[in-house]
T-cell receptor, first 110, second 112 residues
Framework: GQNIDQPTEMTATEGAIVQINCTYQ??????LFWYQQHAGEAPTFLSY????GLEEKGRFSSFLSRSKGYSYLLLKELQMKDSASYLC???????????FGKGTTLSVSS | EAQVTQNPRYLITVTGKKLTVTCSQN?????MSWYRQDPGLGLRQIYY???????DKGDVPEGYKVSRKEKRNFPLILESPSPNQTSLYFC???????????FGSGTRLTVV
């Protein structure tokens, strides 16, 4: 199967910066997504990377290195509302399957 | 409003009693998918569909059926539910997977 690895839990304080890493198998890779999911709610789209480099979108940025099978989501100026699970998802098999990692639960404290 | 609608939001049923969870999208998306989400296991794909009458198994298809007779609807059928199918289920749709999925609000199913 396709192994997608992310840390299970992370903690940070308001105003800080946090980086959530994701590693995946490179064979058949077609793109990588980051989703945010608050407890009991549906996942919502944050970012999509298909080429190497950094994509910035407000307080959130996502980085991809295809050769290393590595991505990270960078959250700046953390707010309490950023407490959520962050899901890394990889598009495989010529774009027919979107497979999710188990998610990283981020807790932001004041 | 563009959305994916799942029903019901909550369902408690008994082992063996057939049930259907409906999913409908109003965005004319070709791709639709069902996922289940369990603590410690994340989102796992059950079935997906790339267009009308085209469906395929995901990672955990056992005990589930789907159909795609119309573009907007993609129901999930549990012919004989068992307690290990107690889970949070999400339906999702996409115009093309490089656009990502739009998820429904989820269905929390309990099988006793």
């Amino acid at each position: 199967g396709q192994n997608i690895d992310q840390p299970t839990e992370m903690t940070a304080t308001e105003g800080a910066i946090v980086q959530i890493n994701c590693t995946y198998q490179t064979s058949g890779f077609n793109g990588l997504f980051w989703y945010q999911q608050h407890a009991g709610e549906a996942p919502t789209f944050l970012s999509y990377n298909v080429l190497d480099g950094l994509e910035e979108k407000g307080r959130f940025s996502s980085f991809l290195s295809r050769s290393k099978g590595y991505s990270y989501l960078l959250l700046k100026e953390l707010q309490m509302k950023d407490s959520a699970s962050y899901l890394c998802a990889v598009l495989w098999q010529a774009g027919t399957a979107l497979i999710f990692g188990k998610g990283t639960t981020l807790s932001v404290s004041s | 409003e563009a959305q994916v609608t799942q029903n019901p939001r909550y369902l408690i049923t008994v082992t063996g009693k057939k049930l259907t969870v409906t999913c409908s999208q109003n965005m004319n998306h070709e791709y639709m998918s069902w996922y289940r989400q369990d603590p410690g296991l994340g989102l796992r794909q059950i079935y997906y569909s790339m267009n009308v009458e085209v469906t395929d198994k995901g990672d955990v298809p056992e005990g589930y059926k789907v159909s795609r007779k119309e573009k907007r609807n993609f129901p999930l059928i549990l012919e004989s539910p068992s307690p290990n199918q107690t889970s949070l289920y999400f339906c999702a749709s996409s115009a093309g997977l490089n656009y990502g999925y739009t998820f429904g609000s989820g269905t929390r199913l309990t099988v006793v």
